[in-house]
């Protein structure tokens, strides 16, 4: 049986509202950014950021600079971090802008590599720190915290007037990356203060063209003054252990309206108390986000898993739900530095709900805690690509929602899509992916879009597919391509690059849809193709039956003159896609291994991965082949690519390391309960008397990036030099990744690590995912492995 769907567009609607906002760039900047009720635009055009968040104060400063270059391979365009009151300033008196806590140096480092910088001022920032990072002096204080109370606003004040001197000279006016300044994080319900602390700010010398405000939990703001930022998750670890699957996560897999999202930071609000209207600026702002979340911490009581398809289908179903902004929490991992006075992580020991680990705040990011590629890392980059080559065009785009949408949350029966559109074209949003409940085949499935006016219905793709259980896509309509009209194509667009005078555009094959590209065959002279079949039906040139990879271009000749191309890879190649500078020219590079490229002073490329031996492809070949660490590589045709790959000589990967058990675990201590009755951490004695204890002795000549990763089982892992805490852990269920570059070299030479490991008590009232329950109860390290990163430098030749 057929299952046809229906959209029907609306007539375009007016013009934005413009000129209603206090918003104003510096003057005289060479691409003023301004905002409308509708979208955001920059130098006059539309404009599409995709922020991604790291905390400069988790991760070690020597590192930052190629991290932001990775981020910025990613497909980011703006970095957003906290600035952390207590990890700057846990003394009183004693600030600190030294090391890690640099943050003029970080913002520095965007500006060189073109990346905007978004600081979260706070004061309370939340991020999952002790006290919401605000130092324990202050809330020793006889004041009221997060409020107009005049001796919480005066050490603010102080603070407010250390950030602007670091960033003195970064703003606009001075060719500098500050885009944007938030303000506060998560306050739903005292608007009179946001607007106290946006005055404090710019009163110290802070300055940028945008103040946000996160807006979720129906926060009240003071009028026109802060742009909304809202969020979404995937999973969460601050509901309840018991509570299964938020609903607030669930709603985020369907194409909806609805901006905000109740759910998160609900565990810091009374349940009592509701803010103002969810969406109440939507008629006033535009959907913009800061906190779609790019992976979940874990707590104590509840340790959620989240998969990169998970990300990739909220990421993609909100650009169809109508972002204009996609901003990641977080997009790079972290490690909570070590206090001077006290650890630094969020536990009930300090009134907080919610027992986080001490050290890790991996967050399951696109980049880990150390660096690590993550498979939601190339889906995300996937739809970034997209964004930076049509995201001018898709901004303005109205979501349109189908005649026939699910029922409610529970109906997993009815396809979920939407379509972005001008009016006369636009490009159509599918969603068949969620986590906990999988969605099912649609067989049998077409589109009919009704565009208004002369434009009349599009009906796609030529017969029906099925779309696939787990399958999330865009696919074009009506999409111009250096003048040629590509009435639909049943495939995503990545972006466009030039080879030899052609524009080709660059699409990912759907896993289990045939590749159909419909081309209007008033704007084609000529159509060859690789593989399959080229047929003139109606007004249109359809091919069909394409092999798509690296060899599947089709070449189009066009009534004006032009040359374009069609290259469908298939979906697994795609994610290898990378597009940047690189020897002189734009290149689109294809690796299994994570690229970087760094213009700064320099023209080349570098490749992070643990494969080896080194191997990509690239389009267009350069004149000359590149070299790698100096060496040269051997050249092969690879489809329309030209494919480089260095000559052996490296060692293979995923060598076994010898763990000794140097003490069994003892009975499981009784779990201990704290805020909202919510189980706590094992206290530290546990570890000296319960935790089974293993050795693991590490050679002195491992190679810079090393990991050492355990496989293992338990309730909480720690490991320790000496007695220096090093890394730790929630069991979950995933692999356990120690960074062997953070480890004290000397102390780790003399003392060798160790690792503890805790069982989980069998009625710990604990949620964890289901493919790890019951493996809690045995506290071992099962298998460790080195899991060597290499880094190749490859320079023009």
Known sequence: MAHPHHL??????????????????????????????RWLTRGGRPWFPVSGEFHYSRFPAAEWEEELLKMKAGGVTAVASYIIWIHHEEIEGRVRFDGDRDLRRFAELCARHGLDFIPRVGPWSHAEVRGGGLPDWLLARDCTPRTDDPAYLEPVRTWFAAIAEQLRGLDRAHGGPIVAIQIENELYDQPGHLLTLKRMAQEAG??????????????????????????GYTETFWTEADG???????????????????????????????GGDPDAFADRFPWTTCELGGGMAVSYHRRPRVDAEDIGALGLTKIGCGSVWQGFYMFHGGTNPAGELTTLQESHATGYPNDLPVLTYDFQAPLGEYGQYRPTYHELRLQHLLLADFGDRIAPMESVLPERRPSGQDDRDTLRWAVRTDGTSGFLFVNNHQPHEPLPDHPETSFTVEFPGDGGPLTLPAAPVTVPRGAYFCWPLRLDVAGLRLEWATAQPVCTVDVDGRTVLVLAATEGIAPELALDAATVTSVSTPSGDVTPVGGRVMVTGLRPGTGALVKVETADGGRVGLLVLDAATARTAYRGMAWGAERLVLCEAGVVFDSFGREEVRLHGSAAPVSFAVLPAPERAPVVDGASMSVSADGVFTRYAADGGFAADGACVPVTLVRPAGPAPDTATGVLDRASAPADKYFDTVAAEYRVDVPDDLPPGTILRLHWSGDVGRAYVGDTLVADQFFSGRVWDIGVDRLPADALRAEGLRLRVLPLHPDAPVYVPREAVGAGESAAVTHAEWITRRRWTVRAG
């Open 206 to 231: 802070m300055s940028a063209p945008l103040w946000t405000s996160t807006a979720w939990g129906g926060v009240q703001l003071p009028p026109d003054e802060l742009l909304p930022l809202y969020g």
């Open 8 to 37: 029907r567009v609306p007539f375009p609607a007016g013009p934005p509202l413009t000129g209603h906002l206090p918003f104003a760039d510096a003057p005289g900047v060479p691409d003023p950014i301004e905002v409308n009720s």
């Open 244 to 274: 299964g699957w938020p609903d607030t996560c669930r709603k985020h897999f369907f194409f909806t309206h609805q901006r905000d999202d109740e759910g998160i930071g609900a565990d810091l609000r009374p349940t009592t108390v509701r």
